[in-house]
């Protein structure tokens, strides 16, 4: 990659300039300055294959690569490097992280996370034995008392869709003083917002989906550790599993990543902005985003994050007469004219939806909170459409 001289070592850079820099071919004379993408089903080879050759592109596929060392570029900083392994989806980056845990195995996770990880958590506790301790990942104490003997702590912060906010540094470092593996989904954080390696997480899981790539139009996952042994035995299951991206996805997604630190500064200060006007709306009962003063999770995003995202908690109040919760904030989404009524979230387009639609959401999350994935257009006219919505 492109670490020739005249370009300076990118872990001394800074994230805005890595994300730009990153992934790039070697600097030659008439050379390509972007990724190419490569369409190969399997690569030239003959006889015994050694580790690191290209053969069958289920396995490896150097389409992967420019994507691979960015990411893990970004989650590791200035410190160690890592390995970055990109998945066809986040939740075939969560199946390969939950693989670690052996049948009959203990798993410690989020009573609020991505729900879709949560039913594949119930399936492997149905069919393989598995014993789930969920904690309300912010209740630190709670958390190290479910550590003991379990084999993987699952940690979400902030969390989908609840924000709560772990105290990363405490819950990782109890994680590995136990002796139990640790995975973060920073989905929500972006590693501009976080890198939970430097708080001793072993694994940082992205729905490459969202932020990292965008802009909507591609799924992927990802995760990155720097423990080979580790990553080894993730890339396997990547390749048994057959959990693989194409390469125009990939090349997509290091398109999204050329703007992240643009993006992202854009949404979170979006965010905030309509965060705080919306704590002082008639129409809202209360608001969720670790930005705000009085949030449960304000001090802690504050003192471990760099922003505080991009992802709102809204709950409409109550009318008089209105009856239904549940209709009043469906409402909502119905009378939105800009912001997209749709799921997923961390595009450049504003979405909103009612989590509790979906009948695999806590029960835990109240039946009317709307979640609001706060985009990159123009914070006035986002806040007309939704100051409207919210009166309608
Ligand atoms: C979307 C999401 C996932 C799953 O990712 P996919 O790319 O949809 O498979 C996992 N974790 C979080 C926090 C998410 O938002």
New binding site residues.
Partial sequence: MSNTPEHPELSALAPATVVVAAGRPDREQGGHVNASIPMNSTYVSRGVITSGELSYARGDNDAWHPFEEALATLECGGGEPGAGIVFS??????AAVFSLVPDGGTLVLPRH??Q??MVLARQMSERHGVTLRYVDIADTDAVLAALDGADLLLV?SPT?PMLEVADLPAVLGAARDAGVRSVV?N??ATPLGQRPLEYGADIV?H????YLAGHSDV???ALVTRDAELAATLREHRTLHGAIAGPFEVWLALRGLRTLALRFDRAQANAAELARRLVDHPEVAEVRHPSLPGDPGHARAKAQMNGFGAIIGVRPKARAGSGDQVRRADAVVDAVRLWLPAT???GVDSTLERRRRWGTEATTVPEDLLRLSVGIEDVEDLWADLDLALRA
């Fill in positions: 989806s986040g939740m075939a980056a969560i996370a991505y879709a990880g979400e989908n989904d989905t929500f899981l729905s490459v989906t969202k799924v992927l996952g997923s979230l961390g």
